[in-house]
């Protein structure tokens, strides 16, 4: 199994070795295929807002040592040429072999394939691609494939997907699992800009359960033929730990 693993909630002075022990300490660095988080500012994130990087010079050089890469969340939803090409330092930086952007915008992925081939290309789960049509549109142009966090329990339809060598699937779920509109994700997008726009979450316009952190079940998982999964760092007001951090 190879795992990519968020760096939410990690402080730019904490080294990132360091962070990985101490959150994520049942997992092998050899089981790590990378990581994703914020790197220096940039309009081009989405997913969450952008207060500031994650991920330091120095502990980027130390993944890369570890025979880690990094994963971008370039998955702002409104993309403009000239924005990208305002971007194209932060992308030449990073270009190298194992390194990948994760996108929801296909305007984008379009110029980093075509400007920057090093990079591998993911289809973000804000793009909610939900039927096997749409993976095989999707893997037309990306190198793999997010799917949405309820279907991580629809074990008759991820069985019949072909290509799941291409796939990644969550190993554990916050609160878009059960969000019913996720009226955040083009907010995220919005503020990232960087113009004053504000956050917008639905628990407060509609009724949902709220579950906290749920682990999906890996075993089930990779006898169906998955090995690619991505990795969440539970936050404390919610759960202070998943299953995966203490004995998985």
Same mark, same amino acid.
């Given at each position: 199994?190879?795992?990519?693993?968020?760096?939410?909630?990690?402080?730019?002075?904490?080294?990132? $070795?360091?962070?990985?022990?101490?959150?994520?300490?049942?997992?092998?660095?050899?089981?790590? *295929? !990378?990581?994703?988080?914020?790197?220096?500012?940039?309009?081009?994130?989405?997913? =969450? #807002?952008?207060?500031?990087?994650?991920?330091?010079?120095?502990?980027? %050089?130390?993944?890369?040592? !570890?025979?880690?890469?990094?994963?971008?969340?370039?998955?702002?939803?409104?993309?403009? %040429?000239?924005?990208?090409? &305002?971007?194209?330092?932060?992308?030449?930086?990073?270009?190298?072999?194992? #390194?990948?952007?994760?996108?929801?915008?296909?305007?984008?992925?379009?110029?980093?394939?075509?400007?920057?081939?090093?990079?591998?290309?993911?289809?973000?789960?804000?793009? #909610?691609? *939900?039927?096997?049509?749409?993976?095989? %549109?999707?893997?037309?142009?990306?190198?793999?494939?997010? $799917?949405?966090?309820?279907?991580?329990?629809?074990?008759?339809?991820? *069985?019949?997907?072909?290509?799941?060598?291409?796939?990644?699937?969550?190993?554990?779920?916050?609160?878009?699992?059960?969000?019913? !509109?996720?009226?955040?994700?083009?907010?995220?997008?919005?503020?990232?800009?960087?113009?004053?726009?504000?956050? =917008?979450?639905?628990?407060?316009?509609?009724? =949902?359960?709220?579950?906290?952190?749920?682990?999906? /079940?890996? /075993?089930? $998982?990779? &006898?169906?033929?998955?090995?690619?999964?991505?990795?969440?760092?539970? =936050?404390?007001?919610?759960?202070?730990?998943?299953?995966?951090?203490?004995?998985?």
């Amino acid at each position: 199994m190879f795992f990519t693993i968020s760096v939410r909630g990690k402080h730019l002075d904490d080294s990132i $070795l360091d962070y990985l022990r101490v959150h994520f300490p049942n997992f092998p660095l050899q089981e790590i *295929d !990378s990581v994703f988080g914020f790197l220096e500012k940039s309009t081009l994130y989405g997913g =969450r #807002n952008f207060t500031g990087p994650q991920l330091s010079p120095g502990d980027v %050089e130390k993944l890369y040592s !570890s025979g880690i890469g990094v994963r971008i969340p370039f998955t702002n939803h409104y993309v403009e %040429e000239d924005e990208y090409k &305002e971007n194209l330092p932060l992308l030449e930086k990073y270009h190298r072999e194992g #390194n990948a952007a994760i996108i929801t915008n296909d305007k984008l992925a379009q110029w980093i394939k075509r400007d920057f081939p090093k990079y591998r290309l993911e289809a973000s789960v804000i793009k #909610n691609i *939900d039927t096997y049509q749409k993976i095989d %549109e999707a893997l037309s142009l990306y190198d793999t494939v997010v $799917l949405p966090m309820w279907q991580c329990q629809e074990y008759d339809y991820l *069985d019949k997907i072909v290509n799941k060598q291409c796939i990644r699937l969550f190993a554990n779920a916050g609160c878009a699992l059960t969000c019913p !509109s996720k009226i955040c994700y083009p907010s995220f997008s919005k503020m990232n800009k960087f113009n004053g726009a504000e956050y =917008r979450c639905s628990q407060t316009l509609k009724d =949902r359960q709220q579950m906290g952190m749920v682990d999906f /079940d890996l /075993d089930k $998982l990779t &006898e169906l033929g998955f090995d690619r999964f991505k990795l969440l760092r539970a =936050r404390p007001k919610h759960l202070t730990k998943t299953g995966y951090e203490t004995g998985y």
